[in-house]
């Protein structure tokens, strides 16, 4: 598990990002660099980093799912994912 600290700063960031993007694609289709320099640094999605759901884990993420490989083991098993099996031949 992640700290909370760490989800709860990914959680700010993603909304800086919802907020100002569609700013963001104003200024670059205007070609306005200086007003998009004056975004804040949050409020680039590029500093997004994919974090499982559950967990808050950011490595082993698979995104069709949008949780952790550990995560996605576990409710695969239990059958908590619809469509989801254990494969055998």
């Known amino acids: 598990m992640a700290?909370?600290?760490v989800k709860a700063r990914d959680r700010k960031?993603?909304?800086?990002v919802d907020k100002y993007a569609v700013k963001r694609?104003?200024?670059r289709e205007q070609g306005d660099y200086l007003a998009l320099d004056k975004l804040p640094k949050n409020a680039?999605?590029?500093?997004l980093r994919n974090r499982c759901r559950v967990t808050g884990r950011a490595r082993?993420?698979?995104r069709r799912?949008?949780?952790?490989?550990?995560v996605f083991r576990q409710w695969a098993l239990e059958g908590k994912l619809?469509?989801?099996q254990k494969v055998s031949w």
Request: aromatic share 12%.
């Open 3 to 5: 700290k909370e600290s």
């Open 65 to 70: 799912f949008g949780i952790s490989r550990l």
């Open 44 to 47: 680039s999605p590029v500093r």
């Open 60 to 62: 082993g993420y698979i």
């Open 25 to 27: 694609i104003l200024f």
């Open 82 to 84: 619809p469509g989801v």
């Open 13 to 16: 960031r993603r909304k800086l």
